[in-house]
């Protein structure tokens, strides 16, 4: 008797935009279901830099989800690299000739996530070519789900959000983060001196991507921080631009997914962040 022939399954059909949110909302859903209820925490460069299980178990599941419908697709994880920005760096460098590549945070406020500050993420990109096509941030903590799509705007919950309106950096709401690695700390607390008095104020809410996300809602101003790796601000950047904002490195250089130090604001108020922060 002929042997039957196996089937092949090839899921197909689904945009990325639609991939990316499913995956997102799947990953959130299984992350805030482990809220508190964490094993081990483990140590990546230092006790400022951690890992859990669920970091780990969320990335798997993310990239299981992208790979169902895009097989041949790259994907840069941050549980896949080694920590610290060099092996980050060439991490993006080896994948750079990758014509679709996925850059993936499975939960972006580690650190927010174990002591149960309810201000974490998920954030999923899609580059195509080197260029974000495509960026989800998901808060499963208050189901708010970013997405945005090059050229077409962004959106949350069906709206179409933009940033904020803000004229001046002393009318500004402005987030920054604590960012690792030797000088860093010494720079990002001179800006903040400098910035204090400047601005309405400042919040450091352990999130790259969420707060990025913020500025994209309008939430907040603008946002800078130094020494992010890609998976904390490629989503964030696009979700930005889309939402009419402008997204540049600190010496203001255009964003593109290299950036590790990142100023991002509304477009009334870039140039007097970025010339205060060349200033502190
Ligand atoms: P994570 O939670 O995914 O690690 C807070 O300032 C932001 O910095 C968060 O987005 C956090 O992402 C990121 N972050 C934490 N430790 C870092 C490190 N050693 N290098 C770069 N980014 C870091
Ligand atoms: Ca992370």
Redesign the pocket.
Known sequence: MAELKKPTYQVTGKSFTAVAINTAAKAGEWIKSKLGDISAIDQ???S????TEV?KGAEKMIRNLIHTHFPTHAILG?EGVE???EA?IQALQDLSESEFLWIV?????????IHGFPF?CV?LALAHKGEVIVGVVYDPVRDELFVAEKGKGAYMKGKRISVSSEQTLSESLVA??????PGMLERNIAQMLYLVPRVRNIR????????LAYVAAGRLSAFW?M???S???AAGALLIQEAGGRVTDIDGKPFDLSV?HIVAANKHIHDELHTALAQA
Do not use: Q
């Open positions: 990546k460069t230092s400022r830099d951690l890992v970091d941050e920590p610290g920005p980050s945070d499975p939960v972006d406020g580690t650190t927010n996530y974490f954030s920054t983060g604590f960012p690792g690695g450091t809410s352990g999130s790259a991507a969420l707060h921080e020494n992010l790796n998976w904390d601000i590790r």
